[in-house]
């Protein structure tokens, strides 16, 4: 059973930087595609971004190119989320997700999912 924890959100002004982590547990990392998504209150499930199981390809959202890097640790099984130069806009509740040969932001293309973590970017 895949399993996927997210960790790192918080409370921070904007400007400022924060750093997310995704374990992932039950399945070798190098074998699903990761994606990072969010959602603010009354708001759609949005794709952030998202890297490749194998050669590690990554795609960014237009509202966060730039600005966020995702990186894997295969031998920790963890996928991470550097966001800088945070917005306002960015204020929302993270997800992780796993799926297999899905590479891409469609929510509806991965399998599993993590319960989510808070950012918060406000004054």
């Known amino acids: 059973q895949v399993q996927l924890v997210e960790s790192g959100g918080g409370l921070v002004q904007p400007g400022e930087s924060l750093r997310l982590s995704c374990a992932v547990s039950?399945?070798?990392?190098?074998?699903?595609?990761i994606g990072w998504f969010r959602q603010a209150p009354g708001a759609e499930r949005e794709g952030v971004s998202c890297?490749?199981?194998?050669?590690?390809?990554?795609y960014y959202s237009d509202s966060v190119r730039g600005r966020f890097t995702i990186s894997r640790d295969n031998a920790k099984n963890t996928v991470s989320l550097q966001m800088d130069n945070l917005k306002p806009e960015d204020t929302a509740v993270y997800y992780c997700?796993?799926?297999?040969?899905?590479?891409?932001?469609?929510?509806?293309?991965?399998?599993?999912w993590g319960q989510g973590t808070q950012v918060t970017v406000s004054l």
């Open positions: 997700a796993a799926g297999r040969r899905v590479f891409g932001l469609d929510p509806r293309l991965y399998d599993d």
């Open positions: 039950g399945v070798n990392l190098d074998s699903v595609d």
């Open positions: 890297i490749a199981s194998l050669a590690g390809s990554t």
